[in-house]
């Protein structure tokens, strides 16, 4: 089957040191001070086969992620931009579904109780927890200590197969009567990103009452799902601030009621305008550049009468923050970070979210085959018009 894979070198800079967790020449958690010189090639791999408790799937769509793109793009001596786990060469892709081809006899579909059938459709977590070290059992699968992710540190959905252990999998069936079969699966490649901004603002963050004012930063996929589930949750007020006019029309046609173009007006004015001086109960970080917007962070923080603002910085971006003490203290705010989308119930909330109707389908913007996966990469480097290009593999 065909595969777009990604390759790079194993090239870790001077100050680098190698980490308990790292695997010398293979694998490491800070990608980008490492990984050098990447390229994706359209190759052929074997048609895996899945063990006892995994399931084959043949993959009906796959988004293309940020962090897809960011292992490509490099700064300008060589290194791929994405910071975290990676190990090449691999198969990317992890915001997929599929229907089921084969199925183990340990593998257990969630939804019913009893072995996968064959034809089920499923979307899958692509962080792969262990279940057993200190993190897991406590009940924080994002935070596992033997992690491996789908797409970044074993072969991914960028393929027209793939197998995956039936604990990370959740059935999508529920979305076809509300939507049928084609959409189904489109949407079942938006649970993934949807998840990452549902345990973004509702776990990490803590989620709002009804009546509160939001604030997102950024309107990729992420802050725009966010968009949608803040405005569920009962936000009076969801603010974007987003540079490209489309994608702020996209965050509002999803839930956010105010946009703000931040290279035209000064964004901590205009949400304290917007919010006639009150500031907001949460604020997410989702553009990756958390240097650029923290001074208006604070400032909403500081100028705004709302205690106990929770800042979520969801973005991963290797950056250091200038972060003011004071203002985090005098105004009882915090920050937190967000890191994927396993556990606390997630998955199943974002699907039955969708099957009452949070259709987030609009974020695809465009759609390609499988061979199109390397050129769409470099696209999306500079390319802010494209929300979400979904790949369809076909054979």
């Known amino acids: 089957m065909k595969t777009a ?20 020449g293979k694998l490491t958690y800070l990608g980008s001070r490492v990984w050098r010189h990447p390229h994706v090639e359209i190759v052929e791999k074997e048609i895996p086969k899945p063990g006892p408790s995994e399931v084959l799937i043949e993959v009906q769509a796959c988004g293309i992620c940020g962090s897809d793109v960011h292992m490509l793009q490099t700064a300008p001596d060589g290194y791929i931009f994405y910071p975290g786990l990676t190990a090449f060469p691999a198969t990317l892709g992890h915001e997929f579904s599929g229907k089921v081809i084969q199925a183990g006899s340990q593998a257990i579909n969630k939804r019913t109780g009893l072995p996968y059938e064959v034809g089920e459709a499923v979307c899958s977590e692509e962080m792969m927890w262990c279940s057993y070290c200190r993190p897991c059992a406590d009940g ?3 935070h596992c200590e033997r992690l491996q992710e789908i797409g970044f540190s074993c072969d991914g959905a960028y393929a027209k197969y793939i197998t995956v252990d039936a604990r990370y999998l959740w059935s999508i069936e529920d979305l076809r009567p509300i939507y049928g079969e084609e ?15 549902y345990n973004a603002v509702i776990e ?13 930063m950024g309107s990729g996929p992420v802050g725009i799902a966010a968009c949608a589930i803040l405005r569920r949750a009962g936000a009076a007020r969801v603010i974007i601030s987003e540079p490209s006019q489309s994608r702020r029309d996209m965050a509002i046609a999803m839930g956010a009621t105010h946009g703000i173009d931040p290279t035209k007006v000064n964004v901590a004015d205009a949400i304290l305008d917007i919010t006639n001086g009150e ?3 949460l604020i997410l970080e989702a553009t990756g550049l958390p240097s650029v917007v923290w001074s208006d962070v604070e400032k909403v923080i500081w100028e705004g009468r709302a205690l106990n603002t929770t800042v979520v910085i969801v973005a991963r971006a290797d950056d250091k923050i200038p972060m003011n003490g004071e203002v985090f ?67």
């Open 5 to 24: 894979t990604l390759y790079a070198d194993w090239d870790p800079k001077p100050e680098f040191k190698l980490g308990s967790k790292d695997i010398e």
């Open 140 to 142: 924080f699968p994002n």
């Open 183 to 197: 959409k189904m699966y489109e949407l079942g490649s938006l649970v993934e990103p949807t998840s990452v901004a």
């Open 204 to 216: 990490r963050g803590g989620g709002i009452r009804p009546g509160d004012n939001v604030v997102i």
């Open 279 to 281: 500031g907001a109960k």
């Open 329 to 395: 203290q005098v105004r009882r705010a915090n920050v937190v970070g967000a890191q994927g989308h396993s556990g606390h119930g997630t998955f199943p909330r974002v699907i039955s979210s969708m099957a009452d109707g949070m259709d987030v389908s609009a974020l695809i913007t465009k759609r390609i085959q499988l061979e199109e996966v390397p050129e769409n990469l470099v696209l999306l480097q500079t390319n802010r018009e494209e929300v979400k290009i979904t790949v369809f593999p076909e054979e």
